[in-house]
């Protein structure tokens, strides 16, 4: 069965550092793996995602993320972190092998910023 | 991309009453899909509604509680019926554009709260 676990409920970092989010996933073939992000009261957004090749996956808002097959792990990284990146963050995948289209989402973690 | 425009935004219901919320899409689209969303928390897929044909329904999610209409590539609606407190919480509605793996982008949500 497909599944994604995002190990954070909430991670803070100080504005300016580095920050992190993680993701590791489970399909039974190949995934497609996706970043959202749910700033508050509003819908969520689509930051980014990896099909195939590169591992290094850049997305919105100077976010990126990194495939790592053998670890079955999807991070999400930025190289400074600002206080308006305070927000919900989900990881997302679906197999490719799948005809359903649903992706299965992680339960999201809550990335909080501090000036 | 897509505009995805949902409503109510929110909206307060009595026990025993139904609430209909729209989506309004602004391009033609195949696949839409409805979500349930606990606040903080992550999403939970109700049912998947493709223009033409009967809507898939999740596991614990049932057409007499929550009918889906599809008339059209824009537009589709989900009512949920003789509500309960069980049922507060927010109502999202989802399109898949794009190749394939499309992103989905997401209304803004409907807010229910059952008394």
């Known amino acids: 069965a497909q599944s994604v676990a995002q190990p954070e409920d909430q991670v803070n970092v100080a504005e300016g550092n580095p920050l992190t989010v993680k993701c590791t996933y489970s399909v039974s073939g190949n995934p497609y793996l996706f970043w959202y992000v749910q700033y508050p009261n509003r819908g969520l957004q689509f930051l980014l995602k990896y099909i195939t090749g590169d591992n290094l996956v850049k997305g919105s808002y100077g976010f990126e993320a990194e495939f790592n097959k053998s670890q079955t792990s999807f991070h999400l990284k930025k190289p400074s972190a600002l206080v308006s990146d305070s927000a919900l963050y989900f990881c997302a995948v679906r197999d490719h092998g799948d005809s359903n289209y649903q992706l299965i989402w992680g339960a999201g973690t809550k990335l909080i910023i501090k000036p | 991309s897509a505009v995805i425009s949902q409503k109510p935004s929110r909206d307060i219901c009595q026990r025993g009453t139904s609430l209909t919320i729209q989506c309004q899409v602004d391009?033609?689209?195949?696949?839409m899909f409805w979500y349930r969303q606990q606040p903080g928390q992550s999403l939970t897929l109700i049912a998947t509604a493709n223009q033409g044909s009967e809507a898939t329904y999740e596991s614990g999610f049932v057409i007499d509680k929550f009918p889906i209409s599809r008339p059209n590539l824009t537009f589709s609606t989900l009512t949920v019926s003789n509500m309960s407190p069980e049922d507060s919480s927010i109502y999202l509605c989802?399109?898949?554009?794009?190749?394939?793996?499309?992103?989905?982008?997401f209304g803004a949500g409907t807010r229910l709260s059952v008394l």
């Open positions: 989802s399109v898949e554009m794009g190749q394939l793996p499309g992103i989905q982008y």
């Open positions: 391009s033609q689209v195949t696949m």
